[in-house]
């Protein structure tokens, strides 16, 4: 009995307290908090597999490991983030077939510099993007391959061996 009469008094304290929108307000503003933070994060939509990559000052990307969705469409974001110019620290990133000698392609990647570093008429190449200096970004857009793993590479001279990541389709 007594148990019942305390469930009541704090139901009438609430609904006391309900009609006056601060505690909404409040709510509010936390949810405006939190959406500030720094980074973009990857998001699966329906039929979208969205992707923030970067590539910094100390040659690196800030994930080794891309994960889609077979059959997705992938909308990949790639941004530098340092301040070094695209000539002495350029990132891109190219992702390869399957069956690509990884190391191989890296060294050929070498003798193509007025192409930014990407080997015309490769078949070893599903997608890649252009060149980055820092602070600029770019965005493209792509089927994702068959279900399976894929490498990722910068093909700028010297970063093959920091910047690879795999790239799984599931
Ligand atoms: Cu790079």
């Known amino acids: 009995m007594k148990n019942i009469f305390v469930l009541l008094f704090s139901a009438a304290l609430l609904i006391s307290c309900g009609g006056d929108g601060k505690k909404e307000e409040k709510q509010e503003n936390s949810i405006k908090l939190s959406s ?6 990857d998001a699966k939509e329906e039929g979208v597999s969205k992707v923030y990559l970067t590539g910094n000052d100390q040659m690196r990307y800030n ?5 889609v969705n077979a059959g ?10 340092g301040n070094m110019s695209k000539e002495t620290m350029g990132h891109n ?9 990884v190391q191989e392609f890296g060294q050929k990647a070498l003798e193509f510099k ?6 015309e008429n490769s078949d ?5 993007t252009e060149m980055l200096g820092g ?35 599931e």
């Open 63 to 67: 994930k080794t490991e891309i994960k």
């Open 36 to 41: 500030k933070s720094a980074e973009p994060k």
């Open 93 to 101: 990133f190219v992702l390869l077939k399957k069956e690509t000698d």
């Open 135 to 169: 602070g600029e970004k770019t965005e493209i857009t792509f089927q994702a391959p068959e279900k399976g793993e894929y490498t990722y590479i910068c093909t700028f001279p010297g970063h093959l061996a920091l910047m690879k990541g795999t790239f799984i389709v």
């Open 124 to 128: 070893a190449i599903i997608v890649h």
């Open 72 to 81: 997705d469409e992938v909308v990949l974001t790639f941004a530098h983030v």
């Open 114 to 119: 007025a192409n930014d570093y990407i080997p």
